[in-house]
């Protein structure tokens, strides 16, 4: 698999699994878009080309998830989350089918939420009209 040349050695990881399955992400507004699909690394980079700040951030051991996504691999997790995590209550989620030719791989357990995962995809292009709203539904508090 041929991934950008920005990525670290050693990544994604040799832990990492092909992801062919049904994925959830937490999105900016209810239509996806091209920037839903963007990692904290490419975010960083368009701040700097930007003008918005001086220089990309050194994201130490964190480089090589920093180029990927954070997802979730069953749509009640995301609802736990949400539950959890009051900034994230408003935020609608999208649904994406990923595709062996998407050469995919996900790295299960990433983040603070058992649940939580990270997808590395060699490109995020396109991604934005594959993703299907998800409905919105009313999430309790923890």
Known sequence: MDWPNHYPSQCPPSQAE???????????????????FLSYYDIDIKKVLDGKQEQPKD??????????????TKLEHC??????????????????????????????????????HTV???????LEGRCVPVPETKVEQA
């Open 79 to 116: 609802y736990e989350m949400q539950a959890l995590v009051p900034a994230m209550r408003k935020k609608p989620l999208g649904e994406l089918e990923l595709e062996p030719t998407d050469g995919a791989l996900i790295l299960k357990t990433t983040g603070r939420h058992p649940e939580h």
């Open 18 to 36: 092909t992801a062919q399955q049904t994925i959830y992400r937490f999105l900016t507004r209810r239509n996806p878009r091209a920037r839903d």
């Open 59 to 72: 994201w130490g051991d964190d480089a090589c998830r920093a180029r990927g996504l954070s997802v979730f």
């Open 120 to 126: 590395w995809i060699p490109s995020y292009n396109g």
